[in-house]
């Protein structure tokens, strides 16, 4: 078993729908990453948390520590965020198999 | 601040060739890492540095070498190179445990 779940794998949507991508782990951390990666492009930093909720523009992240479980949501989706969503924690930075986001308009 | 900076962007090998690829940062930042990424696969850890000197291996470490001999640079050696080496390789770095990620624009290597 992986030390840190991402799901779904794949995920499609219609441009405006509200967009969740969750991410467990089973180590103990000291913080999480969300990355966005486009196709065939590098990849961005979106938040970095160790507890709580942080909002940037139309993108939340969410982390509930005691459930070793975190969420990244994208309210009003936009074809632009097509991208693989990737989960990542530290210490051992460890990274989740990726969420492949598709949105048609 | 030009943050995570790797070089080169692309390269063609021929198998037992070798080369380095470069990552510097300006950031003072103490941990640097490098991973490789397959075509449609996720990010696999080669090798990871907590500070000037110190080097360790991660999931992937064969075939490679790495160095720490500044906080700044964190050089990655191919040596023989061989096909399965094919990939994008991506370094990145951050201050300590809970700081934001920082990453470099990738190498794309192809060996043939």
């Known amino acids: 078993k992986n030390e840190v779940e991402q799901s779904p794998q794949n995920l499609t949507a219609q441009e405006g729908e509200f967009i969740t991508i969750n991410c467990s782990y089973s180590?103990?951390?000291?913080?999480l990453h969300w990355l966005q990666q486009h196709p065939g492009g590098g990849i961005v930093s979106l938040f970095m948390?160790?507890?709580g909720k942080k909002k940037h523009g139309r993108l939340i992240a969410t982390i509930n520590i005691q459930e070793k479980h975190s969420s990244l949501h994208i309210t009003a989706s936009h074809p632009r965020d097509s991208a693989v969503y990737i989960c990542?924690?530290?210490?051992?930075?460890?990274f989740g198999t990726g969420t492949r986001l598709q949105v048609f308009p | 601040n030009a943050g995570v900076t790797q070089t080169p962007k692309f390269r063609i090998l021929k198998i037992g060739q070798s080369m380095t690829l470069q990552c510097t940062q300006d950031?003072?930042?103490?941990?640097m890492y490098w991973y490789r990424q397959d075509p449609g696969m996720g990010l696999k850890l080669i090798y990871y540095s907590v500070g000037a000197g110190i080097t360790d291996k991660g999931e992937v470490p064969n075939g490679y070498n790495v160095s720490r001999s500044t906080t700044e640079d964190f050089p990655l050696r191919l040596e023989l190179a061989a096909p399965s080496q094919t990939s994008v390789y991506f370094c990145a770095s951050m201050t300590v445990y809970n700081s934001p990620l920082h990453f470099g624009n990738g190498t794309r290597l192809t060996v043939t």
């Open positions: 948390l160790s507890s």
């Open positions: 990542a924690v530290t210490d051992k930075l460890i």
């Open positions: 180590v103990g951390i000291s913080a």
């Open positions: 950031m003072n930042h103490n941990y």
